[in-house]
């Protein structure tokens, strides 16, 4: 379990995330922030990673919460990412006329490829990808509804950490082990 606590001038945030239980219904969450769309779009990435997150945060923009929660979450999904686990991950989802693609290394290499259509978005999954050090793909083959092209990213994001979280015998790395720096929450 990780709890962080981050706070500027602009946001205050506090998130605690936890790894589930082997073959839990995943994703109990509590979340907070002030902003509708984002606690849905965080209600949705604990319902679909599995992962349980309560999330409280206020702040004076709407766009530093987006970006303020996304590092806080980032930082605490690195610090959750087990040692030794499957390391990728990849989902595609549809929702409606939207289909989105997600392919992603959760060994330790920070690296974002975009764009989904929201500025704003695109900046809460870059954001995700450094403070988690994940290399995320996040492909948008189609859609028109701005709303459904995000949620589908966010479910595939969580069905992709799912896989990639989930038990592996090793670190699937030529290098034999892959090092992942956590401070213990
Ligand atoms: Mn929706």
Known sequence: MSTIQRETGETRVELMLRLPEEDAAGGPA???TGVRFLDHMLNTFARYSGLELRVEAQGDLRHHLVEDVA???GLALRQEIPATCTRYGNATVVMDDAMVQV???A????YYRGPVPSVLYDHFFRSLADNAAL???VRVLRGHDRHH???AAVKALGLALRMALAPGRAVFSTKGAVRIDREEA
């Open 71 to 73: 590092i806080t979450l």
């Open 103 to 105: 392919a992603l290394d």
């Open 107 to 110: 060994g330790g290499r920070p």
């Open 149 to 151: 092209m995000v949620e």
């Open 30 to 32: 509590q979340v907070a």
């Open 135 to 137: 290399t995320l793909h």
